[in-house]
């Protein structure tokens, strides 16, 4: 039934679990995927969407180190958006609307045309752990699986507990039950846990809904995608989303509920996501607003079901039915299913290594929610890093640590190790200090190449990657070498309102101005001819354009994290000694003795250690 004992295996099969049973089978590790449900694989238990500000920039690093989820999103989309396109690159984030069910089969199918990869489905409700070393799983069945290295990627299902109004019910998503026994496993480990919880808003019948009284939300009119392969193609039609607003009514019958909801009466106490709150959250915090924003979103291509973006809570279902009802759209509403919240355990991620490998059981990774992350990209960003890191540990090579600077993936990561978290973690661009250098554009241009080295990303992908890098560079060198006279430049110059030339300058100087954009520049003759001369597509010429009219900003970023990367190489021994510094100050000692950082730069981003304390760990390390 099973091999005598497998390299990998990876418990759960949500986002993480399937990345990293893709990421450690592709890079030939024998790996065992294990899960409650196999109809359930990459289950999309929440909104039907992938990507958004800072997590489309995920899912293009994902498919830029040979993950799936950038594939499988292209194959099962249903609409396509750039958000933030009217600012900077650094904030254009792509997001697709999805087709649920076929999100799930596709990365099915896909898994399942992995090489080295085996499935099997039954609860896992215990692990073997020796002398602080992973050896392998024990099923609810009593099977003992062994392994080498094991992922743990359990979502909400760790003694999940579901809500809705006063009712409470174990389970990890509708409909499926909860995991026991990891938790008491890892606890008697000596990993310290604790309690999180989500939510999900009601499914509705689209056919009771009248569209005509909501705003129509289209895609874009030229769409793009998200993986970097040739695999996929961009959509040729796609679906209409829709937008509607709560109301006063609508908040009046809603606190109608408040004393029989867990949230107020206090059978949950555990933190929910401050970034994606629930509907009664919102109008108790927000009690100032009049109304707020429901994105009204299909299920898919062939099905009327509709999830009710902005509606998440855990409510009674009869007020949460009457609210709706209130919503203009919603008059004849008919239920799919009620919104609820779940509580599940998490392991804060202090307790891990970089590598997402835990610090007191060697070989066994977290990745997901039980890191306490909230979101799809964020957590299979994780399981991508965690299968990765497991093979290369079999394989007894190096590990793939992305820095703050390379990825952010690198910053998510870094983020948790370093700082911990009481709250869902959701991305942002904010989170990254360097977020002009991590663009959606250059995902493939900052990882394929480590991707490849490691034997993950294809030769194919690289070669695809370097003709677009060489190609994007010699394009900026033709605007930096070729000229225009003001009789060619002028016109277009005094239309977008910008300064007439007196004389002729390169290309590169007039593409530069801010009032000139893409549009303008390729109504140049020996553009036209330059692009046409190098059968050039848009990605490239689009990079191009990027690399010219952000120079500065990039440049200035460079020279920012190269100082941090000196930072970075200045390594401190596993076992040092932080309370034989006197000078350093207690709650530094603390702090430090207690996540273990690898380098001064992490330290550095410790919470409670000061710029002195950071001077003084320099001076102590001789430097």
């Known amino acids: 039934m099973f091999l005598e004992k497998y390299d990998t295996i990876i418990v759960g099969a949500g986002h993480a679990g399937c990345e990293a049973a893709a990421a450690s089978a592709n890079m030939g590790c024998t790996t065992l995927l294990v899960t409650m449900s196999l109809q359930n694989i990459a289950q999309m238990s929440c909104n039907p969407a992938m990507g958004g500000i800072a997590k489309g920039q995920i899912v293009r690093e994902i498919d830029a180190l040979g993950g799936y989820s950038g594939i499988v999103s292209d194959k099962t989309a249903v609409q396509f958006k750039m958000l933030n396109k009217s600012k900077g690159p650094a904030m254009w984030s792509p997001r697709v609307q999805s087709d649920r069910m076929r999100f799930s089969e596709e990365w099915r199918l896909m898994l399942e045309r992995t090489p080295n990869l085996d499935f099997y489905q039954e609860m896992v409700k215990g692990l073997l752990i020796i002398d602080n070393k992973i050896e392998g799983v024990v099923t609810s069945l009593g099977i003992e699986i062994k392994a080498k290295t094991v992922v743990l990627t359990n979502g909400t299902f760790l003694n999940g507990l579901i809500h809705i109004g006063e009712k409470q019910f174990g389970g990890g998503r509708a409909g499926e039950s909860a995991a026991y026994g990891i938790t008491e496993d890892l606890i008697k480990a000596g990993f310290e846990s604790g309690r999180m919880k989500t939510g999900t808003p009601p499914r509705v019948d689209g056919r009771s809904l009248d569209y005509t009284k909501m705003r129509e939300e289209a895609g874009d009119t030229m769409p793009d995608k998200f993986s970097y392969s040739d695999e996929t193609k961009p959509l040729t039609h796609q679906k209409l989303c829709h937008m509607t607003y709560t109301s006063n009514e609508v908040h009046n019958i809603l606190r109608e509920g408040f004393d029989r909801s867990p949230m107020f009466n206090g059978r949950i106490k555990s933190l929910g996501p401050r970034y994606c709150p629930s509907i009664e959250d919102k109008i108790n915090r927000f009690a100032d607003k009049e109304r707020h924003q429901l994105f009204v979103e299909p299920e898919g291509w062939n099905t009327v079901e509709v999830y009710v973006n902005g509606f998440s809570t855990s409510l009674p279902e009869d007020i949460q039915f009457k609210a709706l009802r209130s919503v203009e759209g919603f008059e004849k509403v008919k239920f799919f299913r009620p919104g609820y919240a779940i509580e599940y355990d998490y392991f804060p991620p202090t307790q891990l290594k970089h590598t997402l490998e835990t610090k007191l059981v060697e070989g066994l990774y977290f990745a997901g929610q039980i890191n306490g992350t909230t979101g799809y990209e964020e957590a299979a960003s994780q399981g991508l890093m965690a299968g990765i890191n497991a093979a290369l540990k079999v394989k007894d090579a190096q590990p793939l640590i992305l820095r703050r600077d390379e990825a952010y993936i690198g910053v998510l990561i870094d983020d948790l190790i370093t700082k911990g978290t009481e709250e869902p973690y959701r991305m942002f661009t904010s989170r990254a200090e360097y977020r002009t250098l991590l663009r959606q554009d250059n995902a ?112 200035k970023e460079r020279n920012n994290a190269e100082k941090l990367i000196r930072l970075e190489d200045i390594k401190i021994p596993d076992n040092f000694d932080y309370y034989k510094i006197k000078s350093m100050s207690i709650e530094a000692k603390q702090k430090l003795s207690a996540i273990r950082p690898v380098t001064i730069s992490q330290a550095s981003r410790i919470s409670g250690v000061s710029p002195s304390d950071v001077s003084v760990l320099l001076i102590y390390m001789g430097r």
């Open 444 to 555: 493939d241009f900052r990882l394929t190449a480590k991707s490849h080295e490691i034997g993950l990303a294809s030769t194919k992908r690289l070669v695809r990657m370097e003709h677009k890098f060489n190609e994007s560079e010699k394009m900026v060198s033709f605007f930096k070498e070729t000229s225009v006279t003001q009789e060619e430049a002028n016109p277009i110059l005094i239309e977008k309102d910008s300064s007439p030339m007196a004389q002729s300058d390169k290309m590169f100087k007039v593409f530069s101005r801010p009032q000139i954009d893409l549009e303008d520049i390729l109504k140049f003759e020996k553009v036209q001819q330059y692009i046409q001369d190098n059968e050039l597509d848009k990605e490239i010429i689009e990079q191009a354009e990027i690399q010219v009219k952000y120079s500065g900003y990039i440049e």
